[in-house]
């Protein structure tokens, strides 16, 4: 079965630090997206991005968030400054938007991000 | 209100007892429905799709409701392995474009 890869699976930052959270979607697909789950809260859109280009993002995204698809393969997220309400599970999701499994959305495994 | 709401729980059920969650959702316009399991620490896992007809499989049976704007998922024959947290999903309005919007979750422990 296809799937959406993270990298890293866990790290541990600095407060005010850069992060960037690394994703390789399934190929094909057209679009992307980013979720983020906070210990014991609910999965939350951050951002879809589709023809490489942001399509849509949530009041969570706000300036200290960037994505980018730099190679046509590597979906990163970059958070600027992080901050210690920044500490959660980010997911990473690709959606074929087409085709035969085109109602069906994959998430990666997760990168835990802990702010301290 | 919330978009989607869910009774967190959680749900203390024996195996092999029969058990029913429940979901409601603000957008009336959403046209897509699905129940997501999610392990402690793990990535959402797509259950099953909802359809206004009802649909089976297994064990499990997903019901809408339009009018009430009500989602339900029933469990038969619970299984330990069926202890998760089930998480209510719409897609808002009728566009297809995979954006997501979870409920809180609820969580089932199936003891023996």
């Known amino acids: 079965e296809p799937e959406v890869t993270q990298t890293p699976s866990h790290q541990v930052t600095q407060m005010g630090q850069e992060v960037i959270l690394r994703c390789v979607p399934i190929s094909n697909h057209l679009y992307f997206y980013w979720y983020r789950q906070i210990l014991g809260q609910k999965v939350e859109f951050l951002v879809s991005f589709y023809n490489n280009e942001i399509s849509e993002k949530s009041e969570i995204f706000d300036d200290q968030f960037s994505v980018e698809r730099p190679d046509g393969s590597n979906f990163t997220l970059k958070i600027r400054s992080t901050k210690l309400e920044d500490s959660a599970m980010y997911f990473c999701?690709?959606?074929?938007?087409?085709?035969?499994?085109?109602?069906?959305?994959?998430f990666g495994e997760g990168s835990w991000l802990t702010v301290v | 209100r919330k978009e989607v709401e869910q009774d967190p729980g959680p749900f203390n059920v024996p195996e092999g007892a029969t058990v029913a969650f429940n979901c409601t959702y603000s957008?009336?316009?959403?046209?897509?429905f699905f129940w997501y399991r999610q392990d402690c620490r793990k990535e959402p896992k797509l259950l099953m799709s909802?359809?206004?007809s009802g649909n089976e499989d297994g064990r499990f049976t997903a019901q809408l409701n339009r009018a009430s704007q009500y989602i339900s998922l029933l469990i038969r024959d619970s299984k330990l392995s069926d202890s998760a947290t089930y998480l209510c999903?719409?897609?808002?309005?009728?566009?297809?474009?995979?954006?997501?919007?979870f409920g809180q979750g609820t969580t089932l422990q199936v003891k023996p």
């Open positions: 909802v359809y206004s």
């Open positions: 957008n009336s316009a959403s046209q897509s």
């Open positions: 999903v719409v897609i808002p309005g009728s566009g297809n474009t995979g954006k997501l919007i």
């Open positions: 999701a690709s959606f074929p938007g087409q085709g035969p499994a085109g109602n069906t959305i994959y």
